[in-house]
Structures are given as structure tokens and as C-alpha cells.
């Protein structure tokens, strides 16, 4: 210690529309070191290692590379302070080829201003046989398998000579052997004194790389320990802290009923395998998992919206098919999408359009509008759902992320379902019409509705629910009670229970 | 409180942008006036109202289709054949109430064969009318050997006809115009064809079986064009394989100009009527003032540059003001509470 450190964050800031994505996020990483960042779904970690790659620009706050404050505006800038991340998502052009990934951007010139192509194929082919990766440098990206793009991903950033490197869960796609180079290179690079942000949800490997581990919660900064001084208990304990209660409302006493609905293993046979779940009356299960384990694949399958290959679905004991979205509505199934952005509103209609989607038929039963059945009906769902608007012919685009859910809460109970499937229901939206969703929630289940909700808030998940399932690489890793919920007992499930692929 | 006023501005812009084509429809007419005294009157409105029929009643197709995200560029070309099949059809039988039957039979026809390459094949809208225009318009030349046909006798009365002082082709106009407000405002199908345009994956997930609707508003568009067909055959008398050529692109600008966005989920009949009638006055005034045509299309040609920017500016200046209303305040304080 005692020196610069290599880059530090000091009181950053960063808001997005109606909420606060890092709040007074400071932590500095020592030069030749592996800093490990770790945090729930939505702490934060990938705002902040945008704002390091210049992607957003913080609010407030300064960042200092080797002790020099800079102003990283764009990804060009972050390249230039020799600053390179390995990105989560693989974003990639298809159609161009290895060496030419390499290079898009800084690709070298000729005497004559034009691109060296021979210099490119040459350097390229030296990378590849230097690092022992198997594919040439003419080879097609789409050619490549998620693995090698991933890999290709790390080799980009590494080659780079940057001093800054961040690896965004870099081992999410990569095999094992994979996992050995990677963090072969990276004590490499950490060798040659180069400062390395590394985000990961996996534990094992995070011992097995780290020199500090920093945990961050709700945008703001927990604790930096040396990774020799903590456990994974630790860890866990500060990633899900301590446990607010007026942010929820408190949970009546429920009484679930027979079986509404039942899956048994059910599978895609490529996102989920083997998913054996059931719901009651009146209950409200949960379904718990990091990103990508295959929650909200699971619901998509169940509602028609996406074909599954093997196992069935049950409603009421009988064996259903459910090939569409209309299946499922015949059913009694509804189910609010995770994203609803893409899945959920038509930004420029309005919200009387928007809620009274589903369910037309009501509207327009006599093959005409009823304008004042339809003004009505949905005047009275959206007070009960507790929509805040100037009026019903607003355009939902122009709405709150809470008042929208609220709109797709209402079109959604308007077709009258019995099994409701919530995916993320407080995704974006802020606490006081999170606590109006919560309460909309319990009453749904008072009502006699199943509920099934996926959330990756944890202590949303045990304030709301009866009983939850905790997924883990497309699969069930758990099945926990009441009494058993604890944040520490899911995210064991949801991370060690997946360690096996 | 803080939705409350980012809608109040939010409304504000959308309400001026949803009647400035109407008031740019009353500055025309007022200006028009103004700068020759023949325009302001009721032959010389009947005449555009004529003049401007058979685009029109294309446009209000385009306009559904637009609306949902789709577009058809073979109108002129199925106009053609449809018209010249109907034509025939007279020709052959004498019958004139099923000829106009023929047409617009044909018209759908062609529609849904549009329609089933879209939704079967997945194909865009753009391609697959494309290659229906190409085939349509071989169909029609082949049909007659590329030879018009002349003598159309009573089969004139459909584009030239005039019931109670009124022209025929603009009563089918009013007609027409009705029905698109019907089917847009008052139908599950115009709902459907509102959301899928809207947001297609989020029509999808609202249960809404998008290919089917897709296949209706081709077919609705269709029979529309089918009916232009009859009507423009009639009104010059002749049977022309060759007619209608571009016709769709002028449906097309009168649909964008009155307020149809080609982003989907966004137009109305009454706003197509207008960009019609908006297209057709300035026509009409152009030759008024004794305008070179040339000059005309060059035009032309600004003003939809013109309507078109304005359309996206007061757009995207509605979404910047979002925005900016929504930063301004600061987050809620609740939003700062630590949840877990």
C-alpha cells in the first residue's frame, strides 16, 4: 500500500429517470491487484463499471486515474487512459471476422490512408497463436460459439496493453478450461502492475483471484476488505444487508388452497431442464434466481409466449397445452412481462387503449365500441389499481415506470385471471409505488388468485411470498418454506447451488 | 405530482401537433382564397374533391396499413389489373353492379395474397408488395396484350356518375373515409391494427394473433384498391393495363402528411382525409396560379421534407421535454430509502 492507487472513484453519483443508480460510490483499486466487485442484481455493478468505461457519465463525483482527475465521456476516452472492459453482454457484428474485431476502430493505415490489411491478418494471426486460441483470423464472429466469443472478448481487452482491465461476470459463458487461461491472464496482467475491476456472482472463483473484495448494495458502497480477511458468509451478509420493514406492507395471514396450477419437468431442452413446480389458491410463490438462471424463461414457456419440449403443464389437475398466448388467456393465466418496455406498452396510445387490450371482447361485444361500458370499466380498474394520470386518453409513454405497471397491472386483471405471473413487478419503478404493487399483490391472493412472482430483490421475494423457489442454471436448486426464507439461504441456492455446469 | 405536470406539457405538444394539420388544411384554404378568387367555391371544391377521390380512397388503405407497421407498394399495379379485370367482366356480361363486385373482389384478392406472403414467410411488407406490384402489373399487361380497351358504354357511371349534384367516386370517398374511421375507432380490428403497429411484441404478449390482423388490414387495403380500380377505369373510359402508376406513393403522402406515423401505431382517417385534401389544394392552386407542373412536383417534393420533419421534431421535442421535466425534479425521497 501507500501507493497512488491505480484508479479511484470518489463520490460518484448516477440518476437515471426516477431512480438512483449509485449514491457516494467510492472505493479506489491498488495498482497489480484483482479488486472483486459484488452486489445483488441491480446494486449497481454494471453502472459503475460503465461510468469507468465512459459509457454514461456520472452525476457527480470524480474519478482519478493514477492519482490524475480525468473526465472519461466516451468509451474512446476510457481506450485512450488505457482503460478496457470486457462487457457482460456480447455485443458483436456477425458478419465481420475475427481480425477484424480485433482492429474495428483502431485499425492501422497504409502510406495511403487506407486500412493495412495485411498488417491486421498478420498481427491477428500472431494473437492467436500466441494465446493458443483455435480459430483463424478469417473465421466469421457468427461462426464462433458464445465461449470463443467471449474469449475472443477478454483477448481484445488484454491485448490492448490497457492498465485498467474490467471483466464484467466474465465466466458466465466460458467452460472451465476457459476459466483457467482466463485467470491465467489475468495474473499475468496483475503481474505487470495493471489494476483489474473483476465482477463476478460466482464465489469460488472470486477466491481464487481476489486481493480486495468490495461489496456494493442500493447503488452505494458496503465495505472493501482484503479477500484474505473475509468469508463467503461475509460476504453474503453484506451483499443483502439489513432488512427494512416499512418498505413492505405487512404480509396477512394466507391460507393457500388445492393446486391451481402445476408444471412438471418441463424443459426447452436448451434454457431450462427438469422444472418441476405448483401453485395453490390463494398462494403466492416466489421464484428467486440470478439473472439468466432461467426464471423468466420458465414463465414464457408456461404463458405460450415461447414452445417448450418436454414435461406438461397442469390447471386444475388436467393436462393442458398451452402453443399460444391465447391458450394461456383461456386458461385464467395472465402474466405481467419482465420487460416492459418491449413486452408490455404502446408508448404512443393511450391508457385506455392500452388497458383495455386484452380484453376487447368485453368492450366490443356486440361487434361496435360501447364508449361508455369501456369508459367505465376502465375507469374503474385503473382507481382500484391506483393509476395517477391527468386523464385516460394520455399516452402511457408519457407515464411514470410505477403508473404503467399499475396500467399493466389493470390490463391484465381486467380478463379476470386466476393465476397471475409477475415477472420482476417492481423492476424501475420507486418505493411508494412499489408498496402500492405489494398490497395490490396481497389482495390479489385474499381474492382466491395464485400468484407466481419473480423478482431478483430478495427481501421482496420474502416479504410477498408463502414459498419459494430458488433457480439455478435452468434448473430448480430449491424449494424453500416460510420459516426457511433467509436472503443468505437463496443466494447460497441461487450461486453455490449452481456451481456444477 | 410529478406525472401530473410532465403530462400537462406532455399533452400540450401532442394537442398542437394533433390539429396542426388542420390548421395548416384552414391556412391553405384561407391563403388560397385570398390569392385567386376561383378557388373559393363549390365547383371548384367539387372538382378536387374529384380530382383527389382515387388517391385517396388508396390512401385510407395505406393509412391501415401504415398504422400497423406495413406499407403496399403494389396499389398502383393491382389497381390496374382489378380495374381492367371488372372492365372485362362489363365488357363480357353487360352486368354493371357485379363489375364493381369483380373489382373489388380482385383487389382482395390480391390483398391477401400480399397478406399470406407477409405473415407466412415472414417477409417485409416492403418486399413482398414490391414483387406483387412487378407481378400485378404483368398480369394486366398480359390480360389485354398490352392493348387498351375502349367502349366502355355504362360502365362510365361509376367514375363519372353524379347522384343528387354530388360525383360518384366522391361519394364512394365519403364512404370509404367512414368506414376507416369505423373500422380504426369503433373495431377490435382497428385496436389490434393500433397495437400491433404500437408495439408488436407487446401485441403478441397481450394475446393478440398479429398475423391474422395483418392478414385482415392486407385484405381491407386490398379491396379498397380494388375499388379505386373500377372507379379510375370508369372515369377515363378505358381500360388501361398501364394505369396507376406511382399511385401508391401519393397515397402514401397524403397518409404522412396527414399525421400517419411509418414508425406504426400512429394515424387516423380524418387526418388522411386532410393531408388529402391538403395535397389536393395545393395542387389545385398551383394550377390555379398557372405553375409550371414540373415545378409542381419539385414542390411537392418540399412539402412532404417539410411535414415530415415537422412530424419527427415535434416528436422527439415531446420526448426531450419528458425528459428534462423528469431530471429537473429530484428523485423522490422515498426513492432514496435503502430497501433491502
Wanted: hydrophobic share 45%; glycine share 10%.
Amino acid at each position: 500500500m501507500g501507493d497512488t492507487p491505480i484508479l479511484e472513484l470518489r463520490g460518484i453519483e448516477k440518476r437515471f429517470p426516477g431512480v438512483i443508480a449509485l449514491r457516494e460510490m467510492s472505493f479506489a483499486v491498488r495498482k497489480g491487484s484483482v479488486h472483486v466487485i459484488c452486489g445483488e442484481n441491480g446494486a449497481g455493478k454494471s453502472t459503475l463499471v460503465k461510468i469507468v468505461n465512459g459509457i454514461y457519465q456520472p452525476d457527480a463525483g470524480e474519478i482519478l486515474v493514477s492519482g490524475e482527475k480525468v473526465h472519461i465521456d466516451s468509451p474512446v476516452t476510457a481506450r485512450r487512459l488505457k482503460i478496457s472492459m470486457v462487457s457482460q453482454e456480447l455485443n458483436y457484428i456477425p458478419e465481420i471476422t475475427v481480425a477484424q474485431s480485433l482492429f474495428l476502430g483502431e485499425e492501422p493505415r497504409t502510406r495511403f490512408g487506407s486500412i493495412d490489411w495485411k498488417k491486421v491478418y498478420k498481427d491477428t494471426k500472431a494473437l492467436l497463436e500466441r494465446e493458443g486460441l483455435h480459430y483463424r483470423a478469417d473465421t466469421k464472429l457468427k461462426e464462433l460459439s458464445v465461449s470463443d466469443l467471449q474469449m475472443l472478448e477478454i483477448m481484445k481487452a488484454v491485448s490492448r496493453e490497457s492498465n485498467i482491465i474490467i471483466f464484467d461476470e466474465p465466466t458466465s459463458a466460458i467452460t472451465s478450461k476457459e476459466v483457467d487461461i482466463l485467470f491465467k491472464k489475468i495474473d499475468e496482467l496483475r503481474a505487470k502492475g495493471a489494476g483489474i475491476i473483476y465482477i463476478s456472482h460466482r464465489f469460488d472463483e472470486l477466491f481464487r483471484i481476489a486481493d480486495d473484495v468490495s461489496v456494493i448494495r442500493d447503488g452505494t458502497h458496503v465495505a472493501t476488505r482484503p479477500a484474505s480477511e473475509i468469508d463467503i458468509e461475509a460476504i453474503i451478509q453484506m451483499m443483502v444487508g439489513r432488512r427494512l420493514d416499512h418498505v413492505y406492507p405487512p404480509k396477512p395471514e394466507r391460507a393457500p388452497g388445492s393446486t391451481v396450477i402445476e408444471v412438471r419437468e418441463l424443459g426447452d431442452g436448451e434454457r431450462f431442464h427438469g422444472i418441476n413446480l405448483h401453485a395453490r389458491k390463494g398462494e403466492i410463490v416466489g421464484l428467486a434466481g440470478l439473472m439468466g438462471a432461467g426464471r423468466t424463461e420458465v414463465v414464457r414457456a408456461v404463458f405460450g409466449l415461447d414452445p417448450y419440449t418436454t414435461g406438461e403443464i397442469r390447471v386444475h389437475g388436467a393436462p393442458v397445452k398451452i402453443r399460444e398466448v391465447q391458450d394461456a388467456i383461456r386458461l385464467k393465466i395472465a402474466m405481467l412481462s419482465e420487460d416492459r418496455k418491449r413486452y408490455g406498452i404502446l408508448p404512443m396510445r393511450s391508457i385506455l387503449e392500452n388497458t383495455g387490450l386484452v380484453t376487447l371482447k368485453k368492450i366490443f361485444g356486440r361487434g361496435y365500441r360501447n364508449v361508455k361500458a369501456e369508459k367505465r370499466l376502465i375507469e374503474s380498474i385503473s382507481s382500484r389499481m391506483n393509476v395517477k394520470a391527468p386523464d385516460l386518453n394520455t399516452p402511457i409513454g408519457n407515464l411514470s415506470g410505477g403508473n404503467q405497471q399499475k396500467v399493466m397491472l389493470a390490463k391484465w386483471m381486467l380478463c379476470e385471471p386466476e393465476i397471475l405471473i409477475l415477472d420482476e413487478p417492481t423492476r424501475g419503478i420507486d418505493v411508494g409505488a412499489k408498496y402500492e404493487i405489494y398490497k395490490i399483490i396481497f389482495e390479489l391472493a385474499a381474492e382466491g388468485k395464485t400468484v407466481v412472482v419473480i423478482s431478483s430483490e430478495l427481501p421482496e421475494l420474502i416479504a410477498v411470498c408463502d414459498r419459494i423457489y430458488v433457480m439455478a442454471n435452468g434448473r430448480i436448486s430449491g424449494e424453500l418454506r416460510e420459516q426457511e426464507f433467509s436472503q443468505e439461504r437463496i443466494m447460497r441456492l441461487a450461486t453455490i447451488g449452481g456451481d456444477e455446469n | 405530482m410529478r406525472t401530473e405536470t410532465r403530462n400537462l406539457t406532455g399533452r400540450f405538444t401532442l394537442l398542437s401537433s394533433r390539429y396542426s394539420i388542420y390548421l395548416i388544411l384552414i391556412v391553405m384554404v384561407v391563403v388560397s382564397s385570398i390569392i385567386s378568387p376561383v378557388f373559393f367555391s363549390a365547383s371548384n371544391f367539387s372538382n378536387i374533391s374529384r380530382q383527389i377521390s382515387i388517391t385517396t380512397i388508396l390512401a385510407f388503405g395505406q393509412t391501415l396499413l401504415i398504422i400497423c407497421g406495413l406499407i403496399d407498394l403494389s396499389a398502383g399495379s393491382v389497381l390496374a389489373l382489378a380495374g381492367l379485370l371488372s372492365v372485362m367482366f362489363y365488357k363480357a356480361t353487360g352486368m354493371f353492379v357485379p363489375s364493381i363486385a369483380v373489382g373489388i373482389a380482385v383487389g382482395s384478392l390480391c390483398g391477401f395474397v400480399n397478406g399470406w406472403i407477409v405473415t407466412r414467410f415472414a417477409t417485409p411488407a416492403f418486399i413482398a408488395t414490391l414483387a406483387m406490384q412487378t407481378a400485378a402489373r404483368g398480369a394486366a399487361l398480359m390480360l389485354t396484350n398490352g392493348q387498351n380497351i375502349y367502349e366502355l358504354d355504362k360502365f362510365v357511371a361509376w367514375g363519372q356518375g353524379v347522384v343528387l349534384g354530388i360525383p360518384a367516386p366522391v361519394i364512394f370517398l365519403v364512404l370509404v373515409a367512414l368506414l376507416t374511421w369505423y373500422v380504426l375507432n369503433h373495431t377490435r380490428l382497428g385496436r389490434y391494427i393500433y397495437a400491433i403497429g404500437g408495439n408488436q411484441e407487446a401485441a403478441r404478449a397481450s394475446g393478440i394473433r398479429v398475423n391474422r390482423i395483418k392478414k385482415w388490414a392486407f385484405l381491407l387495403n386490398g379491396a379498397l384498391v380494388g375499388l379505386a380500380g373500377v372507379l379510375y377505369m370508369s372515369r377515363v373510359n378505358a381500360g388501361l393495363p398501364n394505369a396507376g402508376i406511382g399511385f401508391e406513393f401519393d397515397a402514401m403522402t397524403a397518409a404522412i402528411i396527414g399525421g400517419t406515423s411509418f414508425s406504426g401505431g400512429i394515424g387516423t382517417a380524418v387526418g388522411t382525409l386532410a393531408g388529402a385534401f391538403i395535397m389536393g389544394f395545393l395542387g389545385n392552386i398551383m394550377n390555379l396560379l398557372g405553375i409550371q407542373s414540373y415545378l409542381q412536383q419539385v414542390i411537392k417534393g418540399g412539402i412532404i421534407v417539410l411535414a415530415v420533419a415537422y412530424d419527427i421534431s415535434s416528436k422527439t421535442g415531446r420526448k426531450k421535454k419528458n425528459v428534462a421535466a423528469s431530471q429537473a425534479k429530484p428523485v423522490t425521497a422515498a426513492t432514496n430509502l435503502p430497501n433491502p
